[in-house]
Nanobody
């Protein structure tokens, strides 16, 4: 299993970013995928999940209405669209899959600052 995140960077408050996570080593279309984030000095937080059939679940009320998870099974990729970004969204963002155990990517840094 390999998960590779990309798309992070520095963005001003109110801006948008789209994170991508390219997956390999398993049958991507049959697994739920998650996005987590970890802010400096805080525990890793589950943000959003997308099922193998495309149903989504939001676990972080702070991102409701601003973040959207999606997937492209033809590209073995899961996305996190982040709009109306706030400084408190600053974190390292990780995608994850559970296949016998939980796997993580290396993370991509998002900094929201003016």
């Amino acid at each position: 299993v390999q998960l590779v995140e990309s798309g992070g960077g520095l963005v001003q408050p109110g801006g948008s970013l789209r994170l991508s996570c390219a997956a390999s080593g398993f049958t991507f279309s049959t697994y739920s995928m998650r996005w987590y984030r970890q802010a400096p000095g805080k525990e890793r937080e589950l943000v959003l999940e997308i099922s193998d059939t495309g149903g989504t679940t939001n676990y972080a009320s702070s991102v409701a209405g601003r973040f959207t998870i999606s997937r492209d099974n033809a590209k073995n990729t899961v996305y996190l669209q982040m709009n109306s970004l706030k400084p408190e969204d600053t974190a390292v963002y990780y995608c994850s899959v559970f296949r016998f155990r939980r796997y993580w990517g290396q993370g991509t840094q998002v900094i929201v600052s003016s």
